[in-house]
């Protein structure tokens, strides 16, 4: 089992930034990599950004790119989105994943977090 706990959500204006926390905790992560997601009101659950635990390729979704960064910390277990440049669009309640390497689906999720930025 993996747990995973978002921090850092939160009410900021247009333009601004915040920076997203996920703790994750159980397994040992270097066979996993760990995704950001986020779900908007009446819209589909939808793919931020994901970084391999081990290192490696980063991807982002068009809709972010050159705005959010996502990192980890091995030596805290915790994987971060630094979000720039926010613009309304962006609110959504923002959720941490976890799927092995190899596989397809992300099978760990965390409670998420809310972002609300207003225009």
């Known amino acids: 089992q993996v747990q995973l706990v978002e921090s850092g959500g939160g009410l900021v204006q247009a333009g601004g930034s915040l920076r997203l926390s996920c703790a994750a905790s159980?397994?040992?992560?270097?066979?996993?990599?760990m995704g950001w997601f986020r779900q908007a009101p009446g819209k589909e659950r939808e793919f931020v950004a994901s970084?391999?635990?081990?290192?490696?390729?980063?991807y982002y979704a068009d809709s972010v790119k050159g705005r959010f960064t996502i990192s980890r910390d091995n030596a805290k277990n915790t994987v971060y989105l630094q979000m720039n440049s926010l613009k309304p669009e962006d609110t959504a309640v923002y959720y941490c994943?976890?799927?092995?390497?190899?596989?397809?689906?992300?099978?760990?999720w965390g409670q998420g977090t809310q972002v609300t930025v207003s225009s």
């Open positions: 159980g397994r040992t992560l270097s066979n996993y990599v």
């Open positions: 994943a976890a799927r092995t390497t190899g596989g397809n689906e992300y099978a760990y």
């Open positions: 970084i391999p635990w081990s290192g490696g390729r980063t």
